[in-house]
Nanobody, 125 residues
Framework: QVQLVESGGGSVQAGGSLRLSCAAS????????MGWFRQGPGKEREFVAA????????YYADSVKGRFTISRDNAKNTVDLQMNSLKPEDTAVYYC??????????????????WGQGTQVSVSS
């Protein structure tokens, strides 16, 4: 069992930065791939970024590539999402997720077993 708690959301102007953090409970954190997903107003949940169990591989949606960076610290049971050059279209509730992802399908929300409660990110123009 893994419990996830996100923090770091807030309101920022376009071009600004935010850093989201996800704290995980449980001794098996390092065995899980971690992902960040988001759901904007009136939109479906979409993949943002993911990182494999060791932190050696990262994956990004095209819409955030070059602006967002995902990282993890297995000693501290945390995964972070650094978001730079934020745009109004990045406005969404951001969710942290953990899963034993197989087949390289890091972008599929169905691969993740555990989810946080979400944190709101609002970007104004």
């Amino acid at each position: 069992q893994v419990q996830l708690v996100e923090s770091g959301g807030g309101s920022v102007q376009a071009g600004g930065s935010l850093r989201l953090s996800c704290a995980a409970s449980g001794r098996t954190f390092s065995s899980y791939a971690m992902g960040w997903f988001r759901q904007g107003p009136g939109k479906e949940r979409e993949f943002v970024a993911a990182i494999n169990w060791s932190g050696g591989r990262t994956y990004y949606a095209d819409s955030v590539k070059g602006r967002f960076t995902i990282s993890r610290d297995n000693a501290k049971n945390t995964v972070d999402l650094q978001m730079n050059s934020l745009k109004p279209e990045d406005t969404a509730v951001y969710y942290c997720a953990a899963g034993k992802v197989s087949g390289g399908y890091f972008h599929l929300h169905t691969q993740y077993e555990y989810w946080g409660q979400g944190t709101q990110v609002s970007v104004s123009s």
